[in-house]
C-alpha cells in the first residue's frame, strides 16, 4: 500500500545555491549559520533556548550530510545514518513560496514574478484607486514595505476608526491585506483579496495575502489562522493533479492549498503554528490510504523567525520540529515514503528580510528503503518525481526520480 508524506520546513536552506550571486546571496547559509549561533552562545535566550542546536532526529536521517552535499564537501559520516539524503538546487526563476513548492510538486517556474517597489508609495497608483473605487473603500493606509506584526500595531487604531485596511507589501512577490475580523469583516477581507487578485495580476504578483486579526488597541493586537493566500494557478498541472487523477486523494497542511490555488488539492487542514500543523499532518497520515499523499507547510520557520531574523527563535522552532519528528516515523507503515525538505532560505543572520536563494536538504525514509546518498538533484523537481514513482504515478515533464536508488538492493 504505497502512500507519500511531503513535509515542507519553509524556508531551511542549507547552503548557497550555484546562482546565489544573482540575487546578492552568496555565502547565505540558513542551517549552518543558525548551527553556528548556537555553539557560539549567541543564540541563547533564557525562557526559551540555550547551547548547541539539538536536533538529532534529523541529524539522523541525515541532514548534516545533505550539507554536506550542497556545499561539495565529503559527506562521509563517522555513525550509520536512519534515512536517504541529498540536496536539491532550484531551477525555477525565484525564490518565492510559490516557485519553490511548485517546483518540489515537479513543475518549475520559469518566469520572473513582479516586485513593488521599496518606495512610499510601493503601490501603483493606478492600481490604488481601481481597488478603492471597485472595492467601495474609504481608502487605503500602509502603502509600503512592513511588517506583518508591526504595521497592524502601527495602524490598526486608525483602520478600526476609519474602515480602511491596511496595505503592504514585502521582499516577496506579494500583496498583503491586513483587516479587522469584526470591525472590517472576515468575509468582506476575503472579498476584497479576491478583488485584489484580480487586479494586481497584470503586475505578475505571486499571491495576495488575507491578514485577518483580533484586538482593540496596539498592544493587544493578534493576526488570527484565519490567513488566507490568493495564488496564481501552477502554468501547467502538478504532482497533486496528478495523484487526484490517478485515484488518490491529496491531504493539504497548512497553507498548502493556498500556494496551489486549492488545484489539485482534495482536502485541507489548517492550524496556526507548527506544532497545530504537526498534529495536523500526524491525523492527515493516520487517515491517508493507498495513492494519497500528504503534503505539509510548516510556515513558522519562515514568517516567524526567518524573515524577523530571530536566529534563537528559528533554532527553538527546529529542536521542537525534531523532537515531534519520531511521532511521525513511527506512523510509517510498509509501502511509506516521507520526505523533509525546503522551498528557499531565509537565513535569519542575512542583512534585509528577503528569502535568500539556497539548496535545500532532501531527507527521508520508509519501511524497506536504504539509507543512501541521493546526491545534489540539479532540481526540486526530482523530489516530485520520487513521489510519482513511488506512487506508481507515469514521470512528468520535469525532473528525474532517485527511488532506484533506494530500492536498489
Known sequence: MARAFLFVLDSFGIGHAADAARFGDVGADTYGHIEAACAAGQADRPGLRQGALTIPHMRALGLDAAAAIAAGRDPAEKTRLEGFHGAAEERSSGKDTP?????????????????????????????????????????????????????????????????????????????????????????????????????????????????????????????????????????????????????GRVIGIGKIGDIFAHQGVSEVRKAAGNMALFDAALAAMKDAGAGDLVFANFIDFDTDFGHRRDVAGYAAALEAFDRRLPEALAALRTGDLIILTADHGCDPTWPGTDHTRERVPIIGTGPGLRAVSVGLRSSYADIGETIAAHLGLPPGRHGMSFLHRLADA
Open 99 to 247: 516557485s519553490g513548492h511548485w517546483e518540489i510538486a515537479g513543475v518549475p517556474v520559469p518566469f520572473e514574478w513582479g516586485y513593488f517597489p521599496e518606495t512610499v508609495p510601493t503601490f501603483p497608483k493606478a492600481l490604488t484607486e481601481r481597488l478603492i473605487a471597485e472595492a467601495g473603500l474609504p481608502g487605503i493606509l500602509g502603502d509600503c514595505h512592513a511588517s506583518g506584526t508591526e504595521i497592524i500595531a502601527r495602524l490598526g487604531e486608525e483602520h478600526i476608526r476609519t474602515g480602511k485596511p491596511i496595505c503592504y507589501t514585502s521582499a516577496d512577490s506579494v500583496f498583503q491585506i491586513a483587516a479587522h475580523e469584526t470591525h472590517f469583516g472576515l468575509e468582506r477581507l476575503y472579498a476584497l483579496c479576491e478583488t485584489a487578485r484580480r487586479l494586481v495580476d497584470e503586475y505578475k504578483i505571486g499571491r495576495v495575502i488575507a491578514r485577518p486579526f483580533v484586538g482593540e488597541s496596539a498592544e493587544t493586537f493578534e493576526r488570527t489562522a484565519r490567513r488566507r493566500d490568493y495564488a496564481v494557478p501552477p502554468p501547467e498541472p502538478t504532482l497533486l493533479d496528478r495523484v487526484e487523477a490517478a485515484g
